[in-house]
């Protein structure tokens, strides 16, 4: 069973919270709720499938080379109820599930008429307008736009960083935007080479390191933007003595990052008997 903890990390790192605009001929847009979680590695999207549903689509290759990804999505009444679920969890994405949940409670305050056929008629303009509106809403705030998402952050409460941020949540996190690995460098002085363990998390989003951080250590570091326009973004790194502590915290936890947890501990006992 996916833990609504681990799923919330996961989400905040690699999902995608919107209001869909469904075009109509003729008639104003409907909108749909739609939670998606992107990954290439399929086995897990089928594990949170298994435990709180969802459609599964391939999503192909973003870039020839690649490995092709995939899509775990929900719609609607799911969308909401899943994001219902995972509200008290997520720690970067909760301004769109508020908004999410607040245009679904009111949709299911405000039952559609229908014709003779059972289609349903059109909103009143003025509730077109509303749901237009709190449709860019939420698109302004999936906007890679850094001067704003830097508002966005500075207008949000602080209230999430009195929270304790939970292990699942943090492995959740790491298995969607970490690296665990080994670095190996050399002396300049006399060339010999030197091993360390090294666990990564990067995010755009500095405060929700800043909280891992709070409780699990690390580092923190400021990354330049990937690319022109995009948002700079933020690495929090653990290395040797830092990432065995952090490591034994998530370890039981994490799902597609376990084989290299394994070997990252193998390698940190090996090198507590050696040195």
């Given at each position: ?64 080379g ?21 509200l ?5 994405k ?133 690319k ?26 994490l ?21």
């Amino acid at each position: 069973m996916i833990s609504l903890g681990y799923l919330a990390g996961f989400v905040d790192g690699e999902g995608y919270l919107a209001l869909a605009r469904i075009p109509r001929s003729n008639r104003a847009p409907e909108f749909c709720v739609r939670l998606v979680v992107y990954n290439t590695d399929l086995e897990i999207l089928l594990q949170i499938q298994r435990s709180w549903g969802g459609t599964i689509s391939s999503v192909g290759q973003r870039k020839s080379g690649w490995k092709p990804s995939h899509a775990l999505i929900w719609t609607n009444a799911a969308a909401s109820e899943m994001v219902r679920h995972l509200l008290p969890h997520l720690r970067i994405k909760t301004t769109q599930a508020r908004l999410l949940l607040d245009y679904q409670d009111d949709v299911a305050r405000r039952p559609r008429d229908r014709d003779e056929r059972g289609r349903l008629l059109p909103l009143p303009m003025s509730e077109q307008h509303r749901q237009e509106e709190l449709f860019q809403r939420i698109k302004a705030l999936n906007t890679r736009d850094p001067q704003v998402r830097k508002r966005q952050r500075l207008a949000q409460a602080v209230g999430a960083g009195t929270r304790r941020v939970a292990p699942s949540y943090v492995a959740g996190l790491v298995d969607g935007e970490g690296s665990l690995m080994i670095t190996k460098s050399e002396s300049q002085r006399d060339g010999l080479v030197q091993y360390r363990a090294r666990i990564t998390v990067a995010n755009t989003d500095k405060r929700v390191l800043e909280d891992v951080q709070r409780f699990y250590g690390g580092i923190l570091v400021s990354q330049g933007p990937r690319k022109a326009g995009w948002n700079p973004g933020y690495l929090l790194v653990w290395s040797d003595g830092m990432a065995e502590e952090f490591l034994a915290s998530i370890r039981p936890h994490l799902r597609i990052k376990q084989a290299q947890a394994r070997l990252l501990a193998e390698f940190l006992r090996h090198k507590s008997v050696t040195v």
